[in-house]
């Protein structure tokens, strides 16, 4: 299993602002996934960060308002940016049980960012 | 891309009655079929999952089957309890990428 810290656990934002969430890894993984979850609905992947290369990005999300960083195996930031209060949601980083092997299957969440954009 | 359907959004059994979720799946390339369990205000936790290679898979009071050809796949719960109560996501990877369903809110009545 991983162990995903993330932070903040929960923020209040203004508008306009940018926000960056901090995800760290027990243990070297090959990727890293950027989750959204908004207000009692499900989970939307945002994006998976690769480590040494950009981030790839799903339809509907890009990079100038998620930029992402994955500056080595163990660790990801995703920023928020320009937000409006349709950014209010949980922001989840997951890594795949697979390690540094690739993905295996079971992903692994951390315990998400909540964040309220007023 | 995949996408995922699951029904019923809501669910509410009785205790000790069993529970049942289905969801179907669009692309024929998807291999991996997990369940994860979400309680309010905690992150979502895989409770079982099933591969292609196999139809059925039971883990004690839970387990789940899986039908290729139709596309779907359900969760099923018996001897539902109060802890059962919370919602449930079913999913599909081919690759490494999961698409989640909708989710269903499961309330277990004692």
């Known amino acids: 299993s991983a162990v995903i810290s993330q932070k903040p656990s929960r923020d209040i934002c203004q508008r306009g602002t940018s926000l960056t969430i901090q995800c760290q890894v027990d243990s070297q993984v090959t990727m890293m996934f950027w989750y959204r979850q908004q207000p009692g609905q499900s989970l939307t992947l945002i994006a998976t960060?690769?480590?040494?290369?950009?981030?790839?990005?799903e339809s509907g999300f890009v990079i100038d308002k998620f930029p992402i960083s994955r500056p080595n195996l163990t660790f990801s930031t995703l920023t928020v940016s320009n937000m409006s209060p349709e950014d209010s949601s949980i922001y989840l980083c997951s890594v795949n049980s697979g390690g540094l092997r690739g993905p295996t299957g079971e992903l692994f969440f951390g315990e998400g960012s909540r964040l309220t954009v007023l | 891309g995949e996408n995922v359907e699951q029904h019923p959004s809501t669910l509410s059994v009785q205790e000790g009655d069993s529970a049942v979720i289905k969801c179907t799946y669009s692309?024929?390339?998807?291999?991996?079929f997990p369940w994860y369990k979400q309680e309010l205000g905690k992150r979502p936790q895989l409770i079982i999952d099933?591969?292609?290679?196999?139809g059925e898979k039971k883990d004690q009071r839970i387990a789940v089957t899986l039908n290729k050809t139709a596309k779907h796949f359900s969760l099923h719960i018996t001897e539902t309890q109060p802890e059962d109560s919370a919602v449930y996501f079913c999913?599909?990877?081919?690759?490494?990428?999961?698409?989640f369903g909708g989710g269903t809110r499961v309330l277990v009545k004692p």
């Open positions: 960060a690769n480590q040494g290369s950009e981030a790839t990005y």
């Open positions: 692309d024929s390339a998807s291999n991996y």
């Open positions: 099933i591969r292609s290679n196999v």
């Open positions: 999913a599909g990877a081919a690759g490494n990428k999961l698409t």
